[in-house]
T-cell receptor
Framework: DVKVTQSSRYLVKRTGEKVFLECVQDMDHENMFWYRQDPGLGLRLIYFSYDVKMKEKGDIPEGYSVSREKKERFSLILESASTNQTSMYLC???FGGGNTIYFGEGSWLTVV | AQSVSQHNHHVILSEAASLELGCNYSYGGTVNLFWYVQYPGQHLQLLLKYFSGDPLVKGIKGFEAEFIKSKFSFNLRKPSVQWSDTAEYFCAVNALYSGAGSYQLTFGKGTKLSVIP
């Protein structure tokens, strides 16, 4: 079974803090993704990466950055957290183009 | 860029009722299509997918979906729902074109299904 592990399930951070969300996958997938999930808005893509050190902006990249130094690990960084970034963040991975994406359990981030 | 529309935000059914959730997408080229399900407190799981071939695809737990290319639709169906089907359902589309963007899935906003015992 594919396993996508997000290091933190629940976080509470203060406005202005720098926040790191970590994700690791164990299936040697080339592609990794960060989505955020909000009620009534579905899943929106923040960034994705199709290779080590490569990154592409998704639909809502503003206020976020990412890092992929190793194939199995994809980090999402909130440079200066704001209250409108309170959300559920989902990491995912896939093999090749157009294939099934596998999701982690999600990280609930609350910014106060 | 492609977009995905799910017609119903919240559907409430009694057990044993039939289910159909609508999904339409906007992209004229080749697509891969997915339905994901998120049970309360759990992560997103693949319910079924369509890549090519028979447009009627069967997934887990008795779900099926039909791809109608002329209507840009991929509706999800189940003949008889159970209380355990209570979840949120997401339709997703991958538009196959050259470039890095072809790796991503675009999701609909989701449909919450509540099944009353």
């Amino acid at each position: 079974d594919v396993k996508v592990t997000q290091s933190s399930r629940y976080l509470v951070k203060r406005t202005g803090e720098k926040v790191f969300l970590e994700c690791v996958q164990d299936m040697d997938h080339e592609n990794m993704f960060w989505y955020r999930q909000d009620p009534g808005l579905g899943l929106r893509l923040i960034y994705f990466s199709y290779d080590v050190k490569m990154k592409e902006k998704g639909d809502i990249p503003e206020g976020y950055s990412v890092s992929r130094e190793k194939k199995e690990r994809f980090s999402l960084i909130l440079e200066s957290a704001s209250t409108n970034q309170t959300s559920m963040y989902l990491c995912a991975s896939s093999f090749g183009g157009g294939n099934t994406i596998y999701f982690g359990e999600g990280s609930w981030l609350t910014v106060v | 860029a492609q977009s995905v529309s799910q017609h119903n935000h919240h559907v409430i059914l009694s057990e044993a009722a039939s289910l159909e959730l609508g999904c339409n997408y906007s992209y004229g080229g080749t697509v891969n299509l997915f339905w994901y399900v998120q049970y309360p407190g759990q992560h997103l799981q693949l319910l079924l997918k369509y890549f090519s071939g028979d447009p009627l695809v069967k997934g887990i737990k008795g779900f099926e979906a039909e791809f109608i290319k002329s209507k840009f639709s991929f509706n999800l169906r189940k003949p008889s729902v159970q209380w355990s089907d209570t979840a949120e359902y997401f339709c997703a589309v991958n538009a196959l074109y050259s470039g890095a963007g072809s790796y991503q899935l675009t999701f609909g906003k989701g449909t919450k299904l509540s099944v009353i015992p």
